[in-house]
C-alpha cells in the first residue's frame, strides 16, 4: 500500500530539549513544522533529569563549562539565547523552581513542568508531533528540498533539523540516527565517548573499596586537563557522584586520577599543630573526625591508625597527608553509556554555523543538541546548550 505524502516548511527529527525548542520558534514565524521521533513519548530525557527534578539550566554559563573541538563554537548561541532567556519562560508559567549548589536551577515539583511548558508552547505554535515514527530513507532530491521516509509516512521539507541526541542512555531511546545523517551528508564526526559517567575499578581497588559503598564526601578530583570540588560518592561498582562525573568527561582510558580527600584543610599542618598540643589521641580517632571511619581503614594500614599522636614522625606525617589529599586511582573503565547523561564527540562544529547550526555542505540541513560536538558540565549546561541551539535554529529554518 503506497504511503502518504506529507509536505511541510520544517521537519525535526528529535522530540528533545533541543528539537522542542526548534519547534516553537519556527512555529512562531507561522512556519508549518512537524516534529518525528521514534519513541512513545517526547522528552523523556527531560523528565528523568536531575532525578525527575531536571536541572533546567545554571545561573552561570559560559563557554568554559563546555567541551568541544571548537570551544568557541558555542558562544554564539548561548549569547543569542540565555539562561535568562529560559528562566523568562519559566517565570511566565510560574514554574516553581530553586536554586541548589553552584548555581544549579532544578523545578521545584517536577519536570513534567518543564515538558508541558514546550508541549503547550508547541501548541499554541502549531507544531505536530507525531511519535512512533521510525526514519527510514533522506534524500536530498534538489537544492530545496528533502524527502524522509518513515514508517508509516513519507515527508517532504525545505528545512530538516536533526535534533535526535547522542547515544547515552539506551533505554531511553538513544539512538546514532544523527550520526548516520552526517556522514551521509559528508560531515565530519568526531568520535563519540560517555561523558559524566561513573568509574568502575579494577578487581584489587574494589575489593579493597568494598565496605565504603554508600558513603559520599566533598572532595577535589583532579587529572591533567582539569579539576572539580564536589562530593564524591562510593558505589558497589566503582566510582561516582558530581566530581567523578565531571572529570569522567576528561579521563582517558589508562589514566589515574587524583582525590584531595580533605581540599579544605592543610593535613600535614593539622597534624603537627595537633602533636604540638600533646595530644594522646590515636591517629585513627583524630582522623574520624574529619573522614569516616570506614574510608580512612580503606587507605591507612592498621598498624599506623592504631599509633598515637604523638610517636608520629614528621615522615609518617607527611605519608598520612600525602595519601589523603593526593590518593592516587586508576579507574577500570567508565560505566558506559548506560549511565552516561551525555555523548562526547559529534558533529564536526566546523561545518555547521555557530549562528543558525545550518550545515555548510547541504543547504537546509540543520544540526542541534546533543548530536553536535558540544558536551557540558554537570549542572544544567546541557539543557542551556539544547535550548540555546535549538532557539538559533527556530529563527532561521
Known amino acids: 500500500m503506497p504511503k502518504n505524502t506529507i509536505i511541510t516548511d520544517v521537519?525535526?527529527?528529535?522530540?528533545?530539549?533541543?528539537?522542542?525548542?526548534?519547534?516553537?520558534?519556527?512555529?512562531?514565524?507561522?512556519?508549518?513544522?512537524?516534529?518525528?521521533?521514534?519513541?512513545?513519548?517526547?522528552?523523556k530525557k527531560i523528565l528523568m533529569s536531575g532525578?525527575?527534578?531536571?536541572?533546567?539550566?545554571?545561573y552561570e554559563v559560559n563557554a568554559d563549562n563546555f567541551i568541544s573541538h571548537n570551544p568557541h563554537f558555542c558562544k554564539s548561541a548561548l549569547s543569542r539565547f540565555t539562561q535568562w532567556d529560559f528562566i523568562a519562560m519559566v517565570n511566565e508559567y510560574q514554574i516553581p523552581f530553586q536554586q541548589r549548589d553552584l548555581g544549579k536551577l532544578f523545578c521545584e515539583n517536577s519536570a513534567k513542568d518543564i515538558l508541558?511548558?514546550?508541549?503547550?508552547?508547541?501548541?499554541?505554535?502549531?507544531?505536530?508531533i507525531q511519535l512512533r515514527s521510525e526514519v527510514g530513507s533522506i534524500e536530498k532530491i534538489d537544492d530545496n528540498n528533502f524527502t524522509i521516509n518513515t514508517s508509516s509516512n513519507v515527508f517532504s521539507c525545505t528545512s530538516l533539523v536533526i535534533a535526535s541526541g547522542g547515544l547515552?542512555?539506551?533505554?531511553?531511546?538513544?539512538s546514532p540516527l544523527g550520526y548516520k545523517v552526517a556522514?551521509?551528508?559528508?560531515?565530519?564526526i568526531w568520535p563519540t565517548s560517555p561523558g559524566l559517567v561513573p568509574f568502575t575499578l579494577h578487581d584489587h581497588d574494589k575489593k579493597k573499596l568494598a565496605d565504603l559503598s554508600g558513603i559520599s564526601i566533598n572532595c577535589l578530583v583532579s587529572n591533567d586537563r582539569n579539576q572539580f570540588k564536589e562530593n564524591i560518592l562510593f558505589t558497589h561498582r566503582g566510582l561516582s557522584g558530581p566530581a567523578i562525573l565531571q572529570i569522567s568527561s576528561?579521563?582517558?582510558s589508562g589514566e589515574p586520577i587524583n582525590?584531595?580527600?580533605?581540599?579544605?584543610?592543610?593535613?600535614?599542618?593539622?597534624?603537627?599543630?595537633?602533636?604540638?598540643?600533646?595530644?594522646?589521641?590515636?591517629?585513627?580517632?583524630?582522623?574520624?573526625?574529619?573522614?569516616?571511619?570506614?574510608?580512612?581503614?580503606?587507605?591507612?594500614?592498621?598498624?599506623?591508625?592504631?599509633?598515637?599522636?604523638l610517636e608520629l614522625s614528621r615522615k609518617q606525617i607527611s605519608d598520612i597527608s600525602q595519601q589523603l589529599k593526593h590518593w592516587q586511582i586508576k579507574p577500570n573503565a567508565t560505566e558506559g553509556y548506560r549511565t552516561a547523561e551525555v555523548t562526547l564527540g559529534g558533529v564536526d562544529c566546523n561545518e555547521l554555523s555557530s549562528k543558525t547550526m545550518q550545515s555548510s555542505k547541504v543547504q537546509g540541513l540543520y544540526f542541534i543538541g546533543e548530536v553536535v560536538d558540544i558536551s557540558g558540565w554537570l549542572g544544567g549546561y546541557n539543557f542551556q546548550w539544547a535550548w540555546s541551539s535549538g532557539w538559533c535554529a527556530g529563527q532561521v529554518v
Open 183 to 188: 556522514e551521509q551528508f559528508g560531515h565530519h
Open 250 to 252: 576528561y579521563w582517558k
Open 11 to 43: 521537519l525535526i527529527i528529535g522530540a528533545s530539549a533541543s528539537g522542542l525548542m526548534c519547534a516553537i520558534e519556527a512555529g512562531k514565524r507561522g512556519r508549518k513544522v512537524i516534529v518525528l521521533d521514534h519513541a512513545n513519548k517526547p522528552g
Open 51 to 58: 532525578g525527575g527534578r531536571c536541572n533546567f539550566t545554571n
Open 116 to 128: 508541558n511548558m514546550l508541549l503547550s508552547e508547541c501548541e499554541k505554535a502549531g507544531v505536530d
Open 259 to 309: 582525590i584531595d580527600l580533605l581540599p579544605d584543610l592543610d593535613v600535614e599542618g593539622f597534624l603537627i599543630t595537633s602533636q604540638s598540643q600533646h595530644l594522646r589521641k590515636k591517629i585513627k580517632t583524630i582522623l574520624s573526625e574529619l573522614l569516616p571511619k570506614r574510608l580512612i581503614t580503606s587507605l591507612l594500614q592498621q598498624s599506623l591508625l592504631d599509633t598515637p599522636l
Open 168 to 174: 547515552s542512555i539506551p533505554k531511553m531511546c538513544a
